[in-house]
C-alpha cells in the first residue's frame, strides 16, 4: 500500500487524539534551522535564490502534472537544506539543480513519475544528466538525516476539513482545494520557519472566504482542538488573510 505523505491522518487511525498529537509535534523535526529566517533578514542573496527557486518548483504543478504536493514538499526540502548549508555566490547552476533535485526526491517518495528531462528546460543553458542529480540527492539526504516524510499542513487538511462537519462533497472537495491554493501561497511568500501554525490556517481562510455562516462554528471548533493556541491560530490567521488578499 502506498503512503499517502499528503494526508497522513488518512487511516484507521485518522482521529485518534494522540494521532493528531503526534503529527503537530513531529512537525517541528521537519523544518529548518533558525538560521535560514536569520538568514533572510539579513542576506538579500538568499532571499533572491529562495525566491527563484520556489517559482521554478512550483511550475511543476503544471507543467509536470504531478499536483500540489509534491512541489510543496520539494520546498521543505529546499528550505532544509539551505538553512544547513552554505550556499555560494555566483553559481547560478546550483539553483536549478537543487531545484530539480528536490522535486526528484519528493517525487520519488509520493512514487509518481516525474521526468527530470521534459522538466529541465534549455533556459540559461544548464542541462543536468541524471549521475550529476543522482549526486545531489545524495548530498540532500545526507543533510537532511535521511528524514525525507515530512510533516506539512497538506497532513492535516483531511482533518481539520473533517470539523466542518460538511454533508456536501462539493463543498468539502471546493474548500481543499482552495485550501491547497492558500497552503502553496504561503510556499511563495514566507519561509517554512514562520510556517510552524501553518496546520489550521489555510481550511479557516478558505472557509471564511467560501463559507462565511459556518466559519464561526467551525473556527470554535478548531481552536477547542488541544494542540491549538487559540491566540496564535487568530494572529497566524490574520497574517495568512492579509497575505491572501494582497496576492
Known amino acids: 500500500m502506498k503512503l499517502d505523505l499528503g494526508n497522513q491522518l488518512a487511516s484507521s487511525e485518522e482521529h485518534q487524539p494522540d494521532t493528531i498529537t503526534y503529527l503537530f509535534a513531529s512537525e517541528f523535526d521537519h523544518m529548518p534551522s533558525r538560521n535560514l529566517l536569520d538568514l533572510l533578514e539579513t542576506r538579500d542573496f538568499y532571499v533572491s535564490f529562495r525566491q527563484e527557486a520556489i517559482s521554478l518548483i512550483l511550475q511543476a504543478q503544471y507543467s509536470c502534472d504531478c499536483g500540489p504536493f509534491v512541489p510543496y514538499l520539494?520546498?521543505?526540502?529546499?528550505?532544509?537544506?539551505?538553512?544547513?548549508?552554505?550556499?555560494?555566490?555566483?553559481?547560478?547552476?546550483?539553483?536549478?539543480?537543487?531545484?530539480?533535485?528536490?522535486?526528484?526526491?519528493?517525487?520519488?517518495?509520493?512514487?509518481?513519475?516525474?521526468?527530470?528531462?521534459?522538466?529541465?528546460?534549455?533556459?540559461?543553458?544548464?542541462?543536468?544528466?541524471?549521475?550529476?542529480?543522482?549526486?545531489?540527492?545524495?548530498?540532500?539526504?545526507?543533510?537532511?538525516?535521511?528524514?525525507?516524510?515530512?510533516?506539512?499542513?497538506?497532513?492535516?487538511?483531511?482533518?481539520?476539513?473533517s470539523l466542518s462537519q460538511l454533508k456536501d462533497p462539493a463543498l468539502a472537495q471546493a474548500l481543499k482545494g482552495r485550501a491547497t491554493e492558500i497552503i502553496l501561497k504561503s510556499a511563495k511568500c514566507c519561509s517554512s520557519s514562520s510556517r510552524l501554525l501553518l496546520q489550521q490556517q489555510p481550511v479557516l481562510v478558505a472557509s471564511n472566504e467560501l463559507l462565511p455562516l459556518q466559519f464561526p462554528s467551525f473556527k470554535c471548533s478548531i481552536s477547542a482542538f488541544e494542540c491549538v493556541d487559540e491566540e496564535n491560530l487568530l494572529n497566524c490567521f490574520d497574517t495568512l488573510q492579509e497575505m491572501v488578499e494582497n496576492e
Open 74 to 161: 520539494a520546498v521543505n526540502f529546499m528550505d532544509r537544506f539551505i538553512s544547513r548549508i552554505e550556499i555560494p555566490e555566483g553559481k547560478p547552476w546550483i539553483l536549478r539543480l537543487l531545484a530539480v533535485s528536490c522535486l526528484s526526491l519528493a517525487a520519488k517518495m509520493e512514487s509518481i513519475d516525474f521526468s527530470v528531462c521534459n522538466f529541465q528546460g534549455d533556459e540559461a543553458g544548464f542541462i543536468f544528466d541524471n549521475k550529476t542529480i543522482n549526486r545531489m540527492e545524495l548530498l540532500i539526504l545526507d543533510t537532511l538525516d535521511w528524514r525525507m516524510r515530512s510533516i506539512t499542513p497538506f497532513s492535516f487538511l483531511h482533518f481539520f476539513i
